[in-house]
């Protein structure tokens, strides 16, 4: 990854920080493109994985739109220049006032995640004078054989409307006079590197779509939403997603006739151009022997590993010593679960020395927090290293 290429120029920078590959970050959003062109595909950009300006500035050159789950989401998304018309919203909690700002941003689409919510929708909208397009988010159940923390579509998820539920309100649903209902959308879960699942995904709605048509709605899209994993073992073995796989997978499996299909990726746009850079402060060994490798990064700059037991890369990029040692890395919060990774094999690492923890554009930064009044992490880009 680029910060061991670049580690010499890193060591000028206050720790911790992430560092933004922007050129893999570019050819990551060439590909994504270029694949998704084959077949005519939405591209939306989950927001939520990383609201860094400049990534922003960068995914928007490349046309694509957004999903965001929250006001503050959708207000940065339309500052940050996307076009509201390609932006859609999802969620399970929105408040009326969240409700009320996206209903005047006359977005593409406020992706439903309940029947309350849908009522509350057509009436606020009454209130705004406009009608408003809308996208039922259903609950597909489908196992996405990810970490379960991250799985959001399983029938007991707080995700999603069951599709018995609208069955069983049709008519209702269809009386509503202050909204469209434009398209249906999913979102099964994150992580998902079992590409067959998808094809269960299809398949599921392929007969969802084709018994609500029946029942006379009509959709001009299916939004299948994101999910495509990336490589966190050996990064370097995959940098850029397998985006041609799961649009393969897509085409040949989803049966919608000409309706649009859109995607809503996050991770796979940007985990990998993003290392969270640290700094050895201490070596030490417990009574037990477990030897301590204390970095003045912490799970407040990347909590993942601490909330979800996710494994990332991790590299001393500017250890003299060949030899490799076995190291407990942990953070500086007041938190025992504040470890990176349990006996991590990396080169003699001593007080100084800088580690990359790889794979950590993806919510790394976005869920950053200042717990114990850590400051946040800075940014250092690729393109502005001199
Ligand atoms: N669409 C919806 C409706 C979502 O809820 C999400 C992610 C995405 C798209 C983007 O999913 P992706 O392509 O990134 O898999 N903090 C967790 C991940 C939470 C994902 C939440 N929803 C993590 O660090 O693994």
Same mark, same amino acid.
């Given at each position: 990854m680029l910060s061991r290429q670049i580690a010499s120029k890193l060591g000028a920078y206050e720790t911790p920080f992430y560092l933004y590959d922007m050129a893999l970050l570019r050819q990551t959003l060439e590909s994504v493109v270029y694949e998704s062109k084959r077949y005519g595909y939405h591209l939306h950009y989950a927001i939520k994985a990383n609201y860094d300006d400049r990534i922003l500035a960068t995914i928007r050159e490349y046309g694509l739109g957004i999903d965001c789950a929250s006001g503050n989401e959708l207000q940065k998304a339309i500052e940050a220049g996307f076009n509201p018309k390609t932006i859609v919203y999802a969620g399970v909690g929105k408040k009326d006032k969240e409700l009320r700002y996206a209903i005047e941003q006359q977005i593409l689409a406020i992706n439903v995640e309940s029947l309350e919510e849908l009522y509350l929708l057509d009436r606020l909208s009454a209130e705004a004078g406009r009608i408003t397009d809308v996208a039922l988010r259903i609950n597909p159940d489908i196992d996405p054989k990810t970490n379960h923390c991250i799985d959001t579509g399983q029938a007991d998820s707080k995700f999603g409307i069951s599709y018995e539920e609208i069955l069983e309100h049709t008519e209702e649903l269809k009386a509503l006079k202050n909204l469209k209902l434009i398209g249906i959308h999913l979102h099964i879960g994150s992580q998902i590197r079992e590409l067959h699942v998808f094809e269960n995904m299809?398949?599921?709605?392929?007969?969802?779509?084709?018994?609500?048509?029946?029942?006379?709605?009509?959709?001009?899209?299916?939004?299948? +939403?994101?999910?495509?994993?990336?490589?966190?073992?050996?990064?370097?073995?995959?940098?850029?997603?397998?985006?041609?796989?799961?649009?393969?997978?897509?085409?040949?499996?989803?049966?919608?006739?000409?309706?649009?299909?859109?995607?809503?990726?996050?991770?796979?746009?940007?985990?990998?151009?993003?290392?969270?850079?640290?700094?050895?402060?201490?070596?030490?060994?417990?009574?037990?022997?477990?030897?301590?490798?204390?970095?003045?990064?912490?799970?407040?700059?990347?909590?993942?590993?601490?909330?979800? +037991?996710?494994?990332?890369?991790?590299?001393?990029?500017?250890?003299?010593?060949?030899?490799?040692?076995?190291?407990?890395?942990? +953070?500086?919060?007041?938190?025992?679960?504040?470890?990176?990774?349990?006996?991590?094999?990396?080169?003699?690492?001593?007080? +100084?020395?800088?580690?990359?923890?790889?794979?950590?554009?993806?919510?790394?930064?976005?869920?950053?927090?200042?717990?114990?009044?850590?400051?946040?992490?800075?940014?250092?880009?690729?393109?502005?290293?001199?």
């Open positions: 299809c398949l599921k709605v392929n007969l969802i779509v084709e018994n609500l048509e029946r029942l006379g709605f009509s959709f001009r899209f299916v939004d299948v +939403g994101g999910g495509l994993g990336v490589n966190y073992d050996v990064p370097e073995n995959e940098p850029i997603p397998n985006f041609a796989s799961l649009f393969a997978i897509i085409h040949n499996h989803l049966k919608v006739g000409d309706r649009e299909v859109h995607f809503e990726f996050g991770r796979a746009i940007v985990a990998e151009c993003g290392e969270l850079i640290t700094r050895v402060l201490f070596n030490k060994t417990t009574a037990t022997g477990r030897r301590l490798l204390i970095v003045d990064a912490s799970m407040t700059e990347l909590i993942r590993p601490a909330l979800y +037991g996710s494994y990332h890369n991790i590299e001393n990029i500017t250890s003299e010593s060949e030899l490799p040692k076995k190291y407990t890395v942990v +953070g500086t919060a007041c938190e025992s679960t504040d470890v990176f990774q349990e006996n991590v094999s990396l080169k003699v690492s001593k007080r +100084g020395d800088l580690i990359a923890i790889k794979s950590a554009g993806a919510y790394g930064m976005s869920m950053a927090s200042r717990y114990n009044l850590h400051d946040l992490p800075g940014a250092v880009y690729s393109d502005q290293i001199e």
